[in-house]
């Protein structure tokens, strides 16, 4: 959950799988994290195209990946997943 926005946690997993295999544009050019926005990936599930539309896209993108990491969601760790009531 990021605001308004509720996602599955495994959606959420393939948004990190996708912003983490994509930050690279070439060899000599790393994209940071922060300002990377998955919006034109072709592969980006469906359920985050309304974040698109934000000017904010890329941190909502950030912190969902974030919240992500080492599967916290699972063991209810980390306060932006929804379902660990």
Known sequence: QDGDFKFPLESVKKLKE???GNR??????MVPKASYSPCQE?????????????????????????AAEDDLCEI????????CF
């Open 42 to 66: 072709k592969h980006l599930p469906e359920e985050f195209r309304p974040v698109c539309k934000r000017e904010d896209a890329a941190m909502i993108f950030r912190r969902l990946s974030l």
């Open 76 to 83: 209810c760790a980390n306060a932006a997943c929804a379902g």
């Open 18 to 20: 996708l912003m983490d």
């Open 24 to 29: 690279h544009v070439n060899p000599r050019i």
